[in-house]
């Protein structure tokens, strides 16, 4: 014999937290959490701290000072901190510009 489930119109146990205040049915919020310009900001900068270094290590060695690894390997390491630097001046500016936005909305809200 199989097993029946059974429905009923009362409310789920689930839908009562621990402190027993019910919860209404509400459209479930599926946007993301981080915004797709923030993702493409993360994405073009790792592939920049990627290709960057390597290929002015690469650049140097070939065509610049033609066997001269120290230096190469120098420049690398400077085009990696430029990297790391400009990515923090972006983050810290478009953190300044939404903190920027979110007075003005508090503004226009009083």
Do not use: C
Request: proline content about 5%; overall charge negative.
């Amino acid at each position: 014999m199989s097993t029946r489930r059974i429905i009923s119109s009362s409310n789920d146990p689930l839908d009562v937290d621990a402190d027993g205040t019910q919860h209404a049915a509400e459209p479930s919020n599926i946007a993301p959490a981080v915004p797709a310009s923030v993702l493409w900001k993360l994405l073009s900068f790792t592939f920049a701290m990627v290709t960057l270094p390597i290929g002015t290590y690469f650049f140097v060695v070939q065509y610049v000072l033609v066997g001269n690894n120290t230096v190469a390997g120098a420049l690398a390491a400077v085009m990696a901190n430029i990297v790391l630097i400009a990515y923090i001046v972006m983050a810290y500016s478009d953190d300044q510009a939404e903190q920027a936005e979110e007075a003005e909305k508090k503004k226009k809200g009083q």
